[in-house]
C-alpha cells in the first residue's frame, strides 16, 4: 500500500506539531511506501519515505507549490490522508479524484470550522480520537483511538510519600485550558498542594492570558514555566502524583493528548471533560468534575490527596492498560490501514454494482 501523509510540519522540536514525528514512524512499517508531504520536514524519514515540501514566501505560493506537491506524491498512491488541517483536505480532494484515490482527514478538535464542514464532505472517511472529538455528526466518521508512543511515555506507579499533592498541568495557556478555574479551585482546596504548570504560549492571546496566570502564580504553591523538550516529559510526569487537565472547550470537545501520555506513565488525572469518561471513569479514584466549576474541581482534589496509595497505583495500571489497548501508536496505525482497505473495497464494491 502506498499513502499520501499530508501534514504542516514534519520536526520533533515544534512545540504543538511534534507528535507528528511519531505518526510517520508508525505507519510507515505498515505500507510499501509513504509519499510525506508537508511544509517543512526537519526530520530524517523511515527508508520507505520520501518528502516533498510546499514552503513559499506567500499563500498563493504555497498553494500552488501544494498542489504541486500532491500530485506528484499521489502517483499510484492507495489512499491520501490529511493530518489535522481540514484546508489540507479540500486542496488534495481534486488530486484525489483525478488519481481515483480515497481520500482520508485525521482532525481531533472542538473547532467546527466552515472549512471542516466543507472537508467533511469531500472525504471518503473521517478519522478521530472517538465521536466526541469530531465536531460534525457524519457517518464518515471511525473512531480509531489516539496515537500515544506507549515505549517513550511509561513511568512507575506513583510513590507513597508524605508531603504535599504534586500535581502538574501540560499544554498551552489558551483560555479554554481552563487554568483560571484551577486556580481558583486552589483556593478552596483543604489540603497542601503544589501545582506546576508547563506549557508554551503560540498566540497573542496565549500571551496576554499567560500574563494574567503569572500573577497568580507565587513560584511556590503555584509555578508557571515554559514547555519541556518533548524527550523531557516523561521525566515530568514521573515526578508527580497527578496530573490536571481542567480544559473547558467552547463548542465540542477536545481529547487532550496530554491526559493519554500521562495515562500510560500510570499517573492519575482528574479532567473538566466529560468525553474522557471512557478512559478516567469506573476506576478507584473519580477522577471527573464537571467543567468551569472551581468547588467541584476543588473536591476532587482533596479527594485525590486523601486517597490510599494503593488506589492511585490501581488507577494508575488499569489507565495505562486502556491506553496500551486503545490509543497506542500501534493500534492508531492498523486502524489507519484498516480503514484505508475498508473505503477501497466499498469503491470497489460500488463500482462493481454500476457497472452490472
Not at 117 to 145: E, H, N, Q, W, Y
Not at 157 to 180: D, I, M, N
Not at 257 to 280: D, H, Q, W, Y
Request: with cysteine.
Amino acid at each position: 500500500m502506498k499513502l499520501v501523509f499530508v501534514t504542516q510540519d514534519v520536526d520533533a522540536g515544534h512545540p504543538a506539531l511534534a507528535q507528528t514525528v511519531d505518526l510517520i514512524g508508525a505507519i510507515a512499517p505498515h505500507l510499501r511506501e509513504l509519499a510525506v508531504v508537508a511544509r517543512r520536514v526537519e526530520e530524517p524519514l523511515p527508508a520507505n519515505a520520501t518528502a516533498r515540501t510546499f514552503d513559499a514566501a506567500s499563500r498563493v505560493g504555497r498553494v500552488l507549490a501544494f498542489e504541486r506537491a500532491v500530485a506528484a506524491a499521489a502517483r499510484d498512491a492507495d489512499a491520501i490522508l490529511a493530518h489535522m488541517v481540514p484546508e489540507f483536505a479540500l486542496l488534495a480532494a481534486p488530486v484525489a479524484r483525478a488519481r481515483r484515490a480515497p481520500l482520508l482527514l485525521w482532525y481531533t478538535h472542538w473547532n467546527a470550522s466552515r472549512a471542516l464542514r466543507l472537508a467533511t464532505r469531500v472525504v471518503d472517511a473521517a478519522l478521530s480520537v472517538d465521536s466526541a472529538s469530531f465536531p460534525v455528526a457524519t457517518p464518515k466518521l471511525r473512531p480509531i483511538g489516539h496515537a500515544i508512543d506507549v515505549g517513550r511515555f511509561d513511568a512507575p506507579s506513583v510513590s507513597e510519600r508524605g508531603g504535599p499533592l504534586r500535581l502538574l498541568v501540560l499544554g498551552r495557556t489558551a483560555r479554554w485550558k481552563g487554568l483560571g478555574t484551577l486556580l481558583d479551585a486552589l483556593e478552596l482546596v483543604s489540603v497542601d498542594v503544589r501545582v506546576e504548570i508547563r506549557g508554551p504560549s503560540l498566540t497573542p492571546d496565549e500571551v496576554a492570558h499567560r500574563g494574567e496566570l503569572a500573577k497568580r502564580a507565587d513560584g511556590e504553591r503555584v509555578r508557571l514555566l515554559d514547555a519541556v523538550p518533548r524527550e523531557q516529559v516523561t521525566a515530568l510526569l514521573a515526578s508527580c502524583d497527578a496530573v490536571v487537565s481542567p480544559n473547558e472547550p467552547r463548542r465540542g470537545a477536545t481529547l487532550d493528548k496530554a491526559v493519554f501520555e500521562a495515562a500510560a506513565c500510570r499517573r492519575p488525572v482528574i479532567s473538566t471533560n466529560a468525553a474522557f469518561g471512557p478512559l478516567l471513569g469506573g476506576l478507584p479514584l473519580e477522577l471527573i468534575a464537571p467543567p468551569r466549576d472551581p468547588r467541584a474541581l476543588a473536591e476532587r482534589l482533596d479527594a485525590l490527596a486523601r486517597s490510599a496509595h494503593a488506589d492511585r497505583v490501581a488507577a494508575g495500571e488499569e489507565l495505562r492498560r486502556r491506553v496500551v489497548e486503545s490509543h497506542s501508536l500501534a493500534h492508531w496505525a492498523r486502524a489507519v490501514c484498516d480503514v484505508v482497505g475498508e473505503v477501497r473495497s466499498a469503491r470497489g464494491a460500488a463500482g462493481s454494482r454500476r457497472a452490472g
